[in-house]
């Protein structure tokens, strides 16, 4: 495929070495002096790391194409990975811009950490064909991202587009501001914010705490699934019965009787072999490569 990445700064280049990686041509516009310079040092940088890859940075370069303008990136592609600067403004121009110069069947995507697809694309003729393709910084390595847009049709692409590249797609059910992970990461970095300033515990003792608890346990399975196995026989619905009078039992009930469906109980002792062998190659692994805090 013929692929555009639209604004060249750590996210897209990111996106364009693994692009790239995958065995497709790149074209990359962005007003950026240096542009040529950047993802050349870019893609040399991040080949080695992803995953999977094992050819040169030389094969790489040789399908990249720096172009000047939006519309010369955008003319033929079969999809535009957008990441330009985070204002609301600038990307409804771009997105108008890029809807008119690229054919009627490519993917529009956007990189937007913090937008919604409904805002960005308001002054497009056809705003559903945008769609949010979040990715956790960096791209080229960590795995999820998360798809938002109002077009069931434009979605289903966008996530089969993803899973091509090798991504995680999680679909995102309802626009909210910052999208899923990022606000998940926000309100434990607020806490960490909170205990480090109340004098709790160092910088240094967070980040221990983290990376030899919750870091290794969510590496392996999500917050449901922990507590539904944390639970025992009953599982979550005995967690939250004994331990989280906090959340209304109207609540309990119906998250409960969802995890349990995705989830039955008669499985979770072979989930809990599954999880504590997983967390066990983490351990092993941090104790041979602990050479560096």
């Not at 000047?68 to 403004?89: C, I, K, M, T, Y």
Request: hydrophobic share 45%; with cysteine; glycine share 8%.
């Amino acid at each position: 495929m013929i692929l555009a990445i639209v604004g060249a700064g750590t996210i897209g280049l990111s996106w364009t070495t693994l692009m790239l990686a995958e065995g497709h041509t790149v074209r990359v516009t962005d007003p950026r002096p240096d542009l040529e310079q950047a993802v050349h040092d870019a893609v040399r940088e991040f080949a080695p790391t992803v995953p999977g890859f094992t050819g040169t940075a030389a094969e790489l370069l040789s399908r990249l194409e720096i172009v000047g303008s939006v519309e010369q990136a955008v003319d033929g592609v079969h999809a535009v990975q957008e990441n330009g600067p985070e204002r609301l403004e600038f990307k409804q121009d771009l997105f108008a811009a890029i809807e008119k110069a690229a054919p009627a069947n490519a993917l529009i995507l956007s990189s937007t950490s913090g937008l919604t697809p409904s805002s960005m694309s308001a002054k497009m003729a056809d705003p559903g064909r945008l769609v949010v393709g979040h990715p956790f910084n960096p791209p080229h390595l960590l795995p999820l991202v998360e798809v938002v847009g109002a077009d069931e049709a434009e979605v289903a692409r966008a996530k089969e587009f993803y899973h091509s590249l090798g991504k995680v797609p999680v679909v995102v059910h309802k626009e909210i501001r910052g999208h899923v992970a990022n606000r998940l990461q926000r309100v434990l970095f607020e806490e960490c914010v909170n205990l480090v300033e109340q004098g709790v515990v160092s910088i240094p003792e967070l980040d221990d705490i983290v990376t030899n608890s919750i870091g290794v346990r969510w590496a392996t399975v999500g917050p449901f699934l922990a507590f539904h196995l944390g639970g025992g026989p009953g599982g979550l619905r005995h967690m939250m019965a004994h331990l989280m009078p906090y959340i209304p039992e109207d609540v309990q009930a119906r998250l409960a009787d969802q995890v349990e469906a995705v989830y039955p109980l008669a499985d979770n002792d072979k989930r809990a072999e599954k999880r504590d062998r997983q967390q066990l190659e983490i351990i092993s692994f941090k104790e041979r490569d602990n050479d560096v805090r």
